[in-house]
């Protein structure tokens, strides 16, 4: 199993990116993914998720109206679309999956600042 996170950097409050997970190494369309932040000193917490089946979406209640998490299960990748940034956004952020174990990318830092 292999994750690779796309697409973070720097921008501006209020300002946007499209975060991108590609995956390998399994069924991706039977799986839910996931993506995780982490901040410094903090824990790492769970931003969205999207389920294998119909596609369900699930939020943190700090991202819902903003961010927006959605699936190509023909391209074998998750993307999270982060609009209206705000400072409390910066972190690095994971994608994730369970196949028996816990997979994780490696990460892509996300700064968001004037």
């Known amino acids: 199993v292999q994750l690779v996170e796309s697409g973070g950097g720097w921008v501006q409050p209020g300002g946007s990116l499209r975060l991108s997970c590609a995956a390998s190494?399994?069924?991706?369309?039977?799986?839910?993914m996931n993506w995780y932040r982490q901040a410094p000193g903090k824990e790492r917490e769970l931003v969205a998720r999207?389920?294998?089946?119909?596609?369900?979406?699930d939020y943190a209640d700090s991202v819902k109206g903003r961010f927006t998490i959605f699936r190509d299960n023909g391209k074998n990748t998750v993307y999270l679309q982060m609009n209206s940034l705000k400072p409390e956004d910066t972190a690095v952020y994971y994608c994730?999956?369970?196949?028996?174990?816990?997979?994780w990318g490696q990460g892509t830092q996300v700064t968001v600042s004037s």
């Open positions: 190494g399994f069924t991706f369309s039977s799986y839910t």
């Open positions: 994730n999956t369970w196949v028996s174990y816990a997979y």
């Open positions: 999207i389920t294998s089946a119909f596609g369900r979406t």
